[in-house]
C-alpha cells in the first residue's frame, strides 16, 4: 500500500467527527490539519487525535502535506472554500450541497478542470451496502425493468433538536437542498440521470422556534420553501415521485421504493449506509442480503477513490447533475411547468461487497 492521502479539514461543527471517525480507521487517509473559524471548537474537536495541527483557512490552504482539502463549512461557504483550495492546487471533497446554487458550482467545476484537481462531494452514504445492494438487484435484473420510483422525507423540521439551525431556512437550506442531496443521489444511483421534472411547493409558516440549546426559543425566519414534491423523469423512462417536507409530523411510507415490471424494492435510509432491503416475491416480501457495498462505512468513505487515484463515484459531476435537478425542481415549482435538465451525469460505478472499509 502507498502513503495515505493527507486530508485538511475546513469546518469543525457537528457533521466534522463523523469524517474524524472515519478517517481515523482507514489506512489509505490520513488526517493532519483542520481550521474553523472558532480555533477553540477545532482544537476540542480533534482532541481525541493525536498529531493534527489546529491551522488558520489560510494556512491549511497553503500547508503543502495537504493533498485533499475536506470542506464542511455551511453550504452558503461551500463554494468560497472550494475555490480557495482549488486556486490553492488543491483537490475538493465537500459536504452536500455541492454549492449554494448550481452558478456557484458550475464555477467550482470550471475551476478544478483549469487547475486539473478532483472535485467530489457528499453524500457518499449510497456506497454503503444498503444503496449498493440495491443497485445490484436491479442490475441483476431481479425486479425487471424498473419502471417507478417514490422517495419520502417527512419530519417536523430540524430546528427541534440543531442548536442553530438558520441555515436550514434560508437560500441553499429547506427540505430539498438540506435532505433532498441524499434521495436524489440514490435515486440517480439506481435509476440513472433525470431528464425533466415537474414541481410544487408550500411553505406552511414564517417564523421556526429552536427547541434546544442556549438559544431555546428564539424565532427565526423562514426564506425558503418548507414542503416540496414533484415528479423526476430519468433518461431510462423512469419515474421517481418525491416528496420532501419539513411540514409533515411523521410518516410511515418506506424511504425509498423501486417499482419494476417483475417485482418491487423496499430501499433503506439513504441518510445511512446500511439498512434492510426487501423485494417483492410469490411468498411476500423477503430480506436480500447484504451483496455490494462498503460493510461498516461511515462519512468520508467516498474519499477512498482519491486514495485509489480512481473515478471519483461521490464526484463532482454527480453532484452538480442532483444540485441542477433540485433547482430545476423549485423552477418548477415556481412556475407550474416542466423543466428540461440541462445536465446529466454517468451513472456511478458500484461498489463491490467490501467485508470492511479498512
Known amino acids: 500500500m502507498g502513503q495515505p ?9 457537528a457533521i466534522s467527527a463523523q469524517y474524524f471517525q472515519t478517517i481515523d480507521r482507514l489506512p489509505q487517509l490520513r488526517l493532519v490539519a483542520v481550521a474553523d473559524l472558532d480555533l477553540d471548537r477545532a482544537r476540542e474537536a480533534v482532541r481525541p487525535y493525536e498529531g493534527v495541527d489546529v491551522l488558520s483557512v489560510a494556512e491549511l490552504l497553503a500547508d ?7 470542506n464542511l463549512t455551511i453550504p452558503a461557504a461551500h463554494a468560497e472554500v472550494a475555490l480557495q483550495a ?21 464555477r467550482v467545476l470550471e475551476a478544478a478542470a483549469a487547475a486539473q484537481v478532483r472535485v467530489g462531494c457528499a453524500p457518499d452514504t449510497v456506497l454503503g451496502t444498503g444503496t449498493q445492494t440495491a443497485r445490484k438487484a436491479i442490475d441483476d435484473g431481479l425486479i425487471g425493468r424498473p419502471i417507478a420510483a417514490t422517495a419520502t422525507m417527512m419530519t417536523p423540521g430540524h430546528e427541534r433538536w440543531h442548536p442553530n439551525p438558520d441555515f436550514y431556512y434560508v437560500p441553499g437550506g429547506g427540505p430539498l ?20 421534472v415537474i414541481g410544487a411547493a408550500s411553505r406552511t409558516r414564517a417564523k421556526r422556534t429552536i427547541g434546544s440549546g442556549p438559544r431555546q426559543g428564539e424565532e427565526i425566519p423562514v426564506t425558503v420553501d418548507t414542503h416540496v414534491t414533484g415528479v423526476l423523469v430519468h433518461a431510462s423512462g423512469a419515474l421517481s415521485t418525491l416528496v420532501m417536507s419539513f411540514d ?4 410511515k411510507a418506506p424511504n425509498i421504493e ?4 417483475q417485482g418491487s424494492l423496499v430501499v433503506p435510509d439513504p441518510n445511512r449506509f446500511d439498512g434492510q432491503v426487501l ?12 451483496s455490494a457495498g462498503y460493510v461498516g462505512a461511515g462519512r468520508g468513505v467516498g474519499l477512498l477513490d482519491f486514495a485509489a487515484d480512481q473515478e471519483l463515484r461521490a464526484g463532482g459531476s454527480l453532484a452538480f447533475h442532483v444540485l441542477d435537478v433540485m433547482e430545476s425542481l423549485l423552477a418548477a415549482a415556481d412556475s407550474g411547468t416542466a423543466v428540461t435538465i440541462t445536465s446529466t451525469c454517468e451513472r456511478p460505478r458500484p461498489v463491490a461487497l467490501h467485508s470492511s472499509v479498512s
Open 258 to 261: 423501486v417499482h419494476g415490471e
Open 248 to 251: 409533515g409530523a411523521a410518516t
Open 5 to 13: 492521502v493527507n486530508v485538511g479539514v475546513v469546518g469543525c461543527g
Open 86 to 106: 482549488i486556486a490553492a492546487g488543491k483537490d475538493v471533497y465537500g459536504e452536500k450541497p455541492l454549492a449554494a446554487t448550481a452558478a456557484d458550482a458550475t
Open 64 to 70: 503543502p502535506r495537504v493533498d485533499v482539502v475536506l
Open 279 to 290: 423485494i417483492s416475491g410469490k411468498d411476500g416480501w423477503q430480506e436480500l442480503p447484504e
Open 177 to 196: 437542498l438540506d435532505m433532498g442531496p441524499y434521495y436524489i443521489t440514490s435515486l440517480v444511483t439506481l435509476l440513472g440521470p433525470v431528464a425533466r
